[in-house]
């Protein structure tokens, strides 16, 4: 449980109890609904990660809305967009094993989390990390609902893959940006599951490749 839920549902049971001094039971229940709900939106359920080298997994519950190409600094990428509904698990997990080389805010829009402009003009944190010979982007995005992004890991810390990262309050958007050699583990329309669910599998680089080479060639040798 994210301790949010806790303070959000301590007040609606004092405004509960108020309520039924000051006006009788019955106006205490939709207080008391209001509580349990926050309890449960805030629930923070363990997952199995996966440990294969490479793979990269959902940072958040969710749909997947869309996988396109776009260009990055004059490179190709691809990008995986999630969309989290009211009913989703909020929390954020880091993608992949590596160090966080650097985290921006970026003041913007609330426009709805399937808009196509929300990518680039919506309140958001952009998160990088170098790991596994890769350097990968996450993006938090605020949605028509959200009015709040936690992040509450800083530049140089080291996370795992499927370490929490943060939180998106309500309706909101997870973007992942990775090198477009990754081999795509889902597709449009797929529903997805922070931490577990293996999105793609990054591609050794051709230096790690001919790393690979040498040993086996030494290991044939012997």
Known sequence: MVRDGYYYAAFLV????LLAWLAGALWAVPCLLLAAFFLWFFRDP??????????????ADGKVT???????????????????????????????????RDVRYQRGKFLNAMNEACADQNEQTI???????????????????A?????????????????????????????????????????RGDRVKGGATVLAYLQPKPDELAGVGRISAQQGEL
Not at 14 to 17: E, G, I, N, Y
Not at 127 to 145: D, N, P, S
Not at 163 to 170: A, D, N, Y
Request: aromatic share 6%; glycine share 10%; proline share 4%.
């Open 14 to 17: 004092v405004a509960a109890l």
């Open 66 to 100: 869309d996988i396109s190409t776009i260009a990055v600094g004059g490179a190709q990428r691809t990008r995986i967009s999630i969309f989290l509904n009211v009913f989703d698990v909020h929390v954020n997990r880091s993608p992949i094993f590596g160090v966080i």
């Open 147 to 187: 009015r709040r992004i936690v992040f509450t890991k800083k530049v140089g810390d080291t996370v795992a893959r499927g370490e929490r990262v943060g939180l998106i309050k309500f309706g909101s958007r997870t973007d992942v940006i990775l090198d477009s050699s990754a081999a795509l583990q889902v597709k």
């Open 127 to 145: 998160v990088c990390v170098e790991g596994e010979g890769h350097t990968l982007v996450f993006k938090q995005i605020a949605g028509l609902l």
């Open 46 to 59: 363990e997952r199995l990660i996966p440990d294969t080298p490479g793979a990269v997994v959902s940072p």
